[in-house]
């Protein structure tokens, strides 16, 4: 082992204990890996294979199947754009356009200085306050390109 | 106005805490009936009520308790579904952001009807904030002796485990969410089996909605009757409806049952922004087939109505879109996230959903071919009640439905080998 931390291990064991069966906990390690580590390589979800004494590849399958497991390094601000269609038919789409020419990355990419990674994501399950956007763990609400701009300003300094 | 029955709280400062709930009459319910009243007579309860599910299906939620073998030797299980995945619909969040503690208490009581010790809530992955509220209110439930062991010294145990999901919206189909909470990839199972017969864990399971199991204090504290006493005769209770796209307000809005659309659109939401005028409304969520201006002129919203153009209440999500956006884009973006969220595990709706984005976007992009129409039609016809989960209906529904009644505008497109919009 030795690629995860000793404190996640833990944190891991016992999170599987709450649950009937110790697979179960899967999900809630791959999340607890990726705090830690950002993403998901090989040699992270094989170490949660040992821990919760899984096959291999239980884990790499349950991790490919879900969108918010990363298997790539991240940027530091994961930017994800909601462009269903309560965001879109009100200025979703412009926005998350707009972010790929500030950018000049595509959907899935991130910003050579590794500042910004950008998603364009389905329904976020907020529409009352499209168009949406998540970066990292909150909302950012009621946007425009002008207050994405003065988001997007505040988080490179 | 009708008595709140779901939001009669969140309007107070901290109406997440315990604190507040239980200055409010909350955990009430659970006390008149945890150890005093027999399981059997709150299902009872329940099914006089009325009350039916609020996830989309709108399946009567004592009807589906009653079917939990109570001798059954194996373990019960409860889940609920928090997973909103379906667009359009946040209804869910804001009853977990500002009153968690009735949720709770909803799962509580329901667990104690139905013989579960062991209750899930399957929240989505996006909703951390939402999450983090969720576990501090089941953290203070359990301080507070209404989860663990002996519950206010009733005897009776109850662990409710917090599952985050992870980005798919199939997870949100009862049986994939069984499969998410088992740590599998979110495939659905076959039916039958049905979850009240082998649910998780083998177990006899119930899997209820959010809104569904947030009505529970109330119908056991007020009484079955003063539930259905709201709504309509098939339809009882409120309904929390979640308004977006081009109105003036967008928001979630408690309304009994049988409220008229029209009404919620231009008084409850202020009419259509900017005075633009109204082109199609969806009326439950993204599955459901859109609705024309003419159609929701006399458009009761309750789970009997019925228009020509067929209406369906869904989960409570009304998008309202104006007359700027083209159709032919609309479906596109629709189909898009169909084909993104098809598991894959069936052939109609994997090569179906991925089929008719392709077409689509083609046409909405000027490629349009004469006999597109009909080909999306038939695509959808190979997919609708061909699939093993109800997401190969849910892809079609809205397509049939666009492709239909929009059907001017794809020829525009065709003809004119271009997006007019
Ligand atoms: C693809 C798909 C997605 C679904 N998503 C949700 C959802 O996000 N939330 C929900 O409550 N029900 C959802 N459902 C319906 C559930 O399968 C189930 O019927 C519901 O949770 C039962 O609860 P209720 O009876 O209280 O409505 C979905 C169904 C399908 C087929
Ligand atoms: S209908 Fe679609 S989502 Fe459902 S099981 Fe089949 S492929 Fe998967
Ligand atoms: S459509 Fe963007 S949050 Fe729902």
Redesign the pocket.
Known sequence: MGNLSDSSIKEIKKIAEKYPTTESALLPALYIAQREKGWLAKETMDDIADVLELPKVRVYGVATFYTMYYKKPMGKYVIQVCTNVSCMITGGEEIYEHLIKVFGIKSGETTGDGLFSLLEVECLGNCGNAPVMQINEDFYENLTIKVVDEIIAKLKK | MTEAVLLSRVELKNSHTLKVYEENEGYQPLKKVLGKVEPGVIIDDIKESGL????????P?GV?WGFIDKDSPKTKYLAC??????PG?FK?RLLMMEDPHQLIEGIIISSYAIGVETAFIYI?GEYHKEADILDAAIAEAYKGGYLGKNIQGTGYDLELILHRGAGS?????????MESIEGHRGN?RLKPPFPAVVGLYGGPTV???????SAIPFIISKGAEAYSAIGTEKSAGTKLFCVSGNVNNPGVYELPLGFPMKKLIYEVCGGMKEGRKLKGVIPGGS?TPILLPDEIEDLELAYESATPGGFMLG?GAVIVIDDRWCMVKIAARLAKFYAH?SCGQCTPCREGTTWTYKILKRIEAGGGQEGDPELLLDIQDNMFGKTL???G??AAMPIIAIVEKFRDEFDQHIKEARCPY
């Open positions: 039916r599910g609020r996830g989309g299906a709108g399946f939620a589906k579904n928090a997973d909103e995945g379906e619909t869910d989505r919206y199939v997870c949100g189909d009862e049986t994939a969410l659905p899997i209820n909605n959010v809104e569904t199991l599955s989960s969220e989960c109800p997401l209906d849910a």
